[in-house]
């Protein structure tokens, strides 16, 4: 599974931005997605989470103001970003957990994107 992130770039506090990450190759595994971010220096720290069964999970830094979402074919997941503080800048990763099969055991392994910058600055 291959992903890839859209949707970064700049905006003052109080704004908004929508990040998009596009799933393609065998999407047919994956279960959970997530979102993560990583400000240099420090490691990479999970934004928020969906489950195959939409149940969705939040850092407390972002609740109330992101929002993730992910459509019915697995290919497409959102993170909508509103009211931006400074403190959000950083590189935004996508993440998918992908089950599948070796020998008829079942496996998993995490696929990540690239990473789009986000910068909150006024």
């Known amino acids: 599974v291959q992903l890839r992130e859209s949707g970064g770039g700049s905006a003052q506090p109080g704004g908004s931005l929508r990040l998009s990450c596009v799933a393609s190759?065998?999407?047919?595994?994956?279960?959970?997605m997530a979102w993560y971010r990583q400000v240099a220096g420090n490691e990479r720290a999970l934004v928020a989470s969906?489950?195959?069964?939409?149940?969705?999970k939040y850092a407390d830094s972002v609740k109330g103001r992101f929002t993730i979402s992910r459509d019915n074919t697995k290919t497409t997941m959102i993170l909508q970003m509103n009211n931006l503080k400074p403190e959000d800048t950083a590189l935004y990763y996508c993440?998918?957990?992908?089950?599948?099969?070796?020998?008829?055991?079942?496996?998993?392994?995490?696929?990540w994107g690239q990473g789009t910058q986000v910068t909150v600055s006024s």
């Open positions: 993440n998918a957990e992908v089950d599948y099969y070796y020998l008829g055991d079942l496996e998993t392994y995490e696929s």
């Open positions: 190759g065998d999407i047919s595994g994956i279960t959970d």
């Open positions: 969906i489950r195959s069964d939409g149940s969705t």
